[in-house]
């Protein structure tokens, strides 16, 4: 047999490790595919303030509640609960939104995770 067309075991293992990565990689595209479509909770919180149950009981209709926040503070953008990042209140058309002026670096959202 003709040893010149035969792959050496390097070349054979390299070979088989690239297989093995790209199936790897292609796996980890469709965990992330599927993390993709989790639905979230996105609220804005224009502030906060504190009631006694006695309070909130005798809350009604026209009650005003007054927050912590100033008219031009930032509002806080919350997902699932913990804070994403700050913005200012906008309206488009005749909706609200929020223009983003903030987003909490990668590793302190980690750090809220937890």
């Known amino acids: 047999m003709d040893s010149r067309n035969l792959l050496s075991e390097e070349e054979m293992n390299a070979l088989l490790n690239e297989d093995s990565s790209r199936e790897d990689e ?3 595209d469709l965990k992330l595919k599927l993390v993709l479509d989790f639905p979230l909770e996105v609220s804005v919180r224009l ?4 009631k006694t149950i006695g309070q909130l009981l005798n809350l009604n209709v026209g009650t005003v509640i007054e927050l912590d926040n100033m008219v031009n503070d930032p509002v806080d953008l919350v997902v699932n ?6 913005g200012e209140v906008i309206t488009v058309d005749e909706t609200f939104g929020i223009r983003l002026t903030n987003i909490i670096k990668t590793e302190d959202r980690i750090e809220n995770l937890r």
């Not at 502030?47 to 504190?50: L, V």
């Not at 609960?81 to 700050?86: D, L, M, Q, R």
């Open 47 to 50: 502030g906060e303030a504190q």
């Open 26 to 28: 292609l796996k980890m």
């Open 81 to 86: 609960g913990k804070s994403f990042a700050t």
